[in-house]
């Protein structure tokens, strides 16, 4: 029988994941030469025009929520001025902006690695299983790529770490805070609010439950208000752009219906009409799959997305507060929206990266290795296969891309079994934890 990590043991790992984050992130920024060429320019000139004075949305716009803005600001503070370019070597200040950005990036990261370890303190893991989790997330720069460094993503993937374990500390209050603050940068952690209120619900009261859930959505709400009064319609479009995005050609819907159509048109079948619009079918550029085919298909698998997130609400009301199921309801409501919703960019498998680590028993295991062969397959795949797959779409990258999205299925389907009871053998149970608010 394994004996849980001590706080002394779960100290060391910690600061090994934090080396190795180091490492990793040095090993992969060395590498990613035009890493700036992509959407890091685009963050640069909306930090550079904050510094300027500009007041978001009201004097230019910006797709994201208002949350993201530090992420962008703060780089602008530390680069030289100049202006934001798509090749780094050309301009000094661009260079050290998607430096500054890294840098910021890879410190979330290290946030992330400490929010998990005490996570992993609530849920009495053994030494093994912290070690695993721990390196997990130190090492997703080297599994998912200069993405990790070039995309904001890891903002909201630490509060919401963050939140998950001052919820599982007893910490209810402040988890509240930090979720209302992770919603306001991506709304993804939108999904964990109802299973935060029914676990504090459960162990606390309701009173503390109302206060959990109303402090998330003050959070939002204290975050958005200032940009809704001085610009209502271009704040509200920042949200209503991430809600009507169109369908994506890596998400599985979409990969599904390109792959039928390429595997009809070599059969002689025809074409099914399944095709790709690169200016994006929503209120935002993206590489959008147009036709019925897609149409159905996305709605099928929003369907089932759905009915997955709302069955995992509604078993969240019975039985005792349980830390080990709350973190296997987070980790199974955010993988059904990727494995199955309309939208999935490469970055958003970061979402999962603090979460799945955290479920305990061969199941958790086995989760762990198939998130971990996810990052690495999706590193491959963009952007070199992914320029491929949208010019030429040839069956060599669709058909990677299925897999890909295949074992994003796969992965869903573990966290689903991993909600059921497990035996003595399986998991230990934390039914117990530390109590208490914020």
């Known amino acids: 029988m394994q004996r849980d990590a001590t ?13 190795l984050l180091s490492v990793s992130s040095t090993v992969v920024w060395s590498r990613a030469n035009d890493a700036s060429s992509w959407d890091v320019p685009l963050y640069h ?7 300027a004075g500009e007041t978001p949305y009201r004097d230019f716009r910006v797709e994201y929520p208002p949350g993201s803005l530090a992420a962008f600001l703060l780089p602008s503070l530390v680069a030289g001025d100049g202006e934001p370019v798509y090749e780094p070597a050309l301009n000094e200040p661009a260079r050290d902006y998607a430096r500054s950005f890294a840098f910021l990036m890879t410190l979330l990261l290290g946030a992330t690695v400490v929010c998990t370890a005490i996570a992993l303190a609530a ?11 721990l390196a997990l997330v130190a090492s997703t720069p080297i599994l998912l790529g200069e993405l990790v460094l070039t995309r904001f993503d890891a903002l909201p993937v630490a509060l919401t770490a963050g939140a998950l374990a001052a919820l599982l500390h007893g910490r209810s209050r402040l988890g509240g805070a930090l979720l209302g603050l992770a919603i306001a940068v991506k709304l993804y952690p939108l999904l964990l609010v109802p299973l935060a209120g029914l676990y504090v619900l459960r162990r606390s009261g309701r009173r503390e439950a109302s206060l959990t859930v109303g402090l998330a959505a003050a959070t939002v709400a204290a975050t958005l208000l200032p940009f809704v009064v001085l610009a209502p319609s271009e704040t509200w479009f920042s ?3 991430q809600l009507t995005r169109g369908l994506h050609v890596e998400s599985l819907p979409g990969s599904l219906a390109l792959a039928l159509d390429s595997a009809a048109d070599k059969l002689g079948l025809g074409s099914l009409g399944a095709g790709i619009d690169e200016g994006g ?19 099928a698998g929003g369907l089932v997305a759905v009915a997955i997130v709302l069955s995992v609400w509604l078993a969240a009301r019975r039985g005792p507060p349980d830390p080990a199921r709350l973190v296997a309801d987070v980790a199974t409501v955010v993988a059904a929206q990727l494995a199955l919703g309309r939208v999935l960019s490469p970055q958003f498998l970061l979402w999962l990266v603090p979460l799945v680590p955290l479920v305990a028993g061969r199941r958790g295991r ?7 062969a996810a990052l690495v397959l999706t590193q491959v795949w963009f952007p070199a296969l992914y320029r491929d797959f949208v010019n030429e779409r040839e069956i060599l990258e669709t058909g990677y891309l299925v897999l890909r999205n295949g074992l994003l299925l796969v992965l869903l389907g573990l966290l689903v079994l991993a ?6 053998t399986d998991a230990k149970s934390t039914n117990a934890g530390p109590t208490g608010t914020a």
């Open 7 to 19: 706080r002394r043991d779960l100290t060391i790992l910690t600061a090994a994941a934090l080396v």
């Open 419 to 424: 909600r059921s009871p497990t035996s003595p």
């Open 239 to 241: 949200i209503r752009a």
């Open 45 to 51: 000139s909306f930090g550079d025009r904050m510094e």
């Open 366 to 372: 086995d989760a762990i290795a198939v998130l971990a």
């Open 281 to 299: 079918t929503g209120e935002v550029r993206s590489a959008d799959v147009t036709g019925t085919l897609g149409e159905v298909l996305g709605l």
């Open 123 to 133: 849920l009495g893991a053994s030494r093994a299983r912290a070690a695993t989790a």
